[in-house]
């Protein structure tokens, strides 16, 4: 499978008719892969190239390890063994404005366990282009300002559940992270077209070690964070009911 036919495949997937979702799977003997996005996503002409674009290098760069690691696998009489690449973006929620994503990344190349890697992705249509959560903040109170004391409470909670009450002896696994750390995405978790909480998830070792796997947080938006919003911005969120 060439470069070539993985574009065709995936302008196909993406441009017949009524936008659906896009998955593009190949198994070439030396690289499992697979890529896929939502229908929301594909609906989007200017977002549904990026993703065709990021699927044609990813596809090109997971390949040519994988021919690599072929090599290494026979070395090590490792028979059948080969990478692997998959990336799965996911609808959060969307309003007339704005569109949120999140992904999951996992990959495989040769080590004890796969990779796994979470990402967040926020698309304004009217400005047709990729934004983030900070970039809806406009005054003196920025998205931390509202959130990262209620974040990093829940985050030490969780953290203390997993670990039965007990502190890890690496410091950067018991401190709240930077929030250019994380994959932060605002959710919309009663589907009436308004984000209601935001997702900050941290991806295995930024803040815990591989074991514990992602930590997932959810917080809810408040009337105090609708207020610190750009004012275009404020009609895309709602409160959450406590």
């Not at 659906?20 to 690289?31: F, I, N, R, T, Y």
């Not at 495989?108 to 903040?137: C, V």
């Not at 920025?142 to 039965?164: G, H, N, P, Q, W």
Request: charge should be negative; proline fraction near 5%.
């Amino acid at each position: 499978m060439n470069r070539g036919f993985l574009a065709a495949a995936a302008l196909l997937l993406a441009t017949s008719g009524t936008a659906k979702p896009v998955k593009v799977e190949h198994d070439s003997g030396a690289l499992q892969f697979s890529y896929e996005w939502p229908s929301e996503a594909a609906a989007i002409p200017a977002l549904d190239r990026k993703f065709r674009a990021d699927l044609v290098k990813a596809y090109d760069e997971a390949l040519a390890n994988g021919r690599d690691d072929q090599k290494l696998y026979r070395a090590q009489q490792r028979e059948g063994a080969q990478d692997s690449y998959s990336m799965a973006w996911t609808s959060a929620g969307e309003t007339s404005r704005l569109l949120s994503l999140q992904n999951e990344l996992s990959t495989f190349t040769g080590g004890a366990h796969p990779n796994t890697s979470y990402d967040a992705l926020i698309w304004d249509r009217k400005l047709n282009r990729q934004t983030s959560m900070e970039a809806l903040f406009g005054g003196a109170l920025t998205l931390s300002a509202v959130t990262r004391e209620t974040y990093c409470k829940a985050l030490d909670e969780e953290r203390m559940k997993r670990r039965e009450g007990e502190k890890l002896d690496l410091p950067e696994f018991n401190a709240c992270p930077k929030y250019s750390d994380l994959a932060i995405a605002p959710v919309d978790t009663n589907k009436n077209g308004r984000f209601d909480a935001i997702d900050f998830v941290a991806s295995p070792y930024v803040v815990g070690p591989y074991v514990e796997g992602e930590y997932a947080i959810t917080v809810p938006v408040t009337p105090r964070l609708i207020a610190a919003l750009k004012p275009e911005f404020r009609s895309s969120f709602e409160a959450q009911r406590q």
